[in-house]
């Protein structure tokens, strides 16, 4: 059993909050308006903690103020105790049960992989309620606002996560079966250097590492379009107006049903890979340890 803690010893909690907001602004006037106070009512907050203490925390300096080096003393465990109550409030509410499971990933792996299982998963697991939250551009997962995410990471991420790998990060060029018919019977990939590509602006020297992988200068002769997201890239592919180049197992259905073709076989395989990412203090919370064994099964499945 721990031992009690004497909140005796403590100057009152509700003033700490002053004298935080204060410490960081150097300024009461800028920590009232934070909190939502008057600047008297911030100013008893401070000095509560001073006679609780006997010291002084702060002292004025012209129209401002400085922490005293009591005051600087002071503050780091208090801002450390507020960061510590708040990642266990934190912690609580993803742990919770009855909450929506938060899936973050990005535009184009939404919904051309992810959101195309979520159905089969939430029918699998009806208990489980699923929130998928996209983004289109660069970013690193969230853990604040989501409990998992489907990532790409290039180098293995930060020890406190935990991390499921899911799938490698091959390129390979797609296009619509006009365009491959344009290429002739057996292009190579020099032939695409005279087509309209296009790439996607946060993976732009993609096109130029498959290129050099297979021998090449990367110099199109057509002009090169750049766009926001694989999703705009892959429907332009579509369309036959530009060959792109995919980075995952985003065109599966696409090249089962014929409405897209690798025009020529070439791929390179990047550094990284694609999958499945959540805090490590969170790995075990049911919810979670359902969404990343059902997505891994599958995954394992469609391979074999």
């Known amino acids: 059993m721990a031992n009690k803690i004497d909140l005796g010893a403590l100057p009152p909690l509700k003033a700490l909050r002053g004298f935080e907001a204060a410490t960081r602004h150097q300024s009461i006037r800028n920590a009232a308006d934070e909190l939502c106070l008057t600047h008297p009512a911030v100013s008893h907050q401070v000095q509560l903690i001073e006679q609780a203490l006997g010291v002084e925390l702060f002292e004025q300096n012209g129209r401002h103020i400085a922490s005293t080096q009591e005051g600087r003393i002071l503050y780091p465990y208090v801002r450390a105790a507020f960061e510590s109550l708040l990642e266990g ?65 290039e180098v293995p991420p930060n020890p406190k996560y935990h991390w499921v790998p899911l799938f490698e990060y091959s390129l390979f060029p797609v296009c619509s079966p006009e365009v491959a018919a344009r290429l002739g019977p057996a292009p190579k990939p020099a032939d695409l250097l005279a087509q309209p590509l296009v790439a996607i602006y946060t993976e732009v020297r993609n096109w130029k590492s498959w290129f050099e992988a297979a021998d090449l200068t990367f110099d199109p002769a057509s002009p090169y379009l750049v766009v926001d997201t694989l999703a705009v890239a892959l429907e332009m592919a579509l369309e036959g107006q530009a060959i792109a180049l995919v980075n995952g197992p985003f065109v599966d259905a696409d090249l089962a049903a014929g409405r897209l073709v690798r025009p020529v076989p070439h791929k390179t395989v990047c550094p990284g890979e694609w999958g499945l990412i959540c805090r490590k203090d969170m790995k075990d919370n049911l919810r979670i340890r359902k969404f990343i064994e059902w997505m891994s099964a599958h995954v394992d499945a469609a391979a074999a």
């Open 89 to 153: 409030v934190e912690a609580v509410r993803r742990n919770a049960v009855d909450k929506p499971l938060r899936v973050q990933t990005y535009v184009t792996a939404s919904i051309r992989w992810l959101a195309r299982r979520v159905p089969q998963f939430i029918a699998d697991h009806p208990e489980v309620n699923v929130t998928l939250s996209t983004c289109a551009v660069e970013w690193e997962f969230d853990d604040v606002h989501a409990d998992v995410g489907l990532v790409y990471c």
